[in-house]
């Protein structure tokens, strides 16, 4: 009795390898990219945060100039219409540099020939890491 409940423990479990392993190597391979990485080299990143904190600069200095010719309430308002400006041109340029960045990821998917390209955060281990190949098509 012994003996067979070995044998079929030992069936399901080599049906489990062989289903497993017939999983394995027939998927895409996966890309992983390192975004902290990218946004901290890439040009374009660096391009497009120098952009935002420029006209941030600028439209923080505008407000001062208005501060001394407003009244509390006007000096207010004007205070939220440029926080909203700000975060308008903020969101146009993310979405901007993720489209250009969608873009080049998929040039990189063609070359690397791998299936997808996710976050490195999200990939415990493995992956082929395309961060460098990112960082050097974003200039």
């Known amino acids: 009795m012994k003996n067979v409940k070995k044998r079929i423990g030992a069936g399901i479990s080599i049906l489990m390898i062989a289903a497993m392993m017939a ?3 027939n998927g895409d391979k996966i890309g992983t990219v390192d975004m902290n990485q990218v946004m901290e ?3 374009a990143a660096q391009k497009i945060k120098k952009q935002i904190e420029a006209k941030q600069a600028a ?3 505008d407000l001062q100039q208005a501060k001394a010719t407003l009244s509390p309430a006007a000096y207010q308002q004007q205070e939220q219409k440029i926080q909203q400006n700000m975060q ?4 146009s340029m993310q979405q901007q540099f993720q489209s250009q ?4 990821l ?3 998917a ?8 996710v976050y490195k955060e999200a990939v415990p281990q493995g992956g082929i890491d395309v961060t460098a190949d990112v960082i050097a098509k974003l200039k």
Do not use: D
Request: aromatic share 4%.
């Open 23 to 25: 999983g394995c190597g």
């Open 41 to 43: 080299k890439a040009p």
């Open 59 to 61: 439209q923080e200095k």
């Open 88 to 91: 308008a041109y903020s969101m």
């Open 101 to 104: 960045m969608e873009g080049k």
């Open 106 to 108: 998929a040039e990189i």
């Open 110 to 117: 063609k070359e690397k020939k791998v299936g997808i390209i």
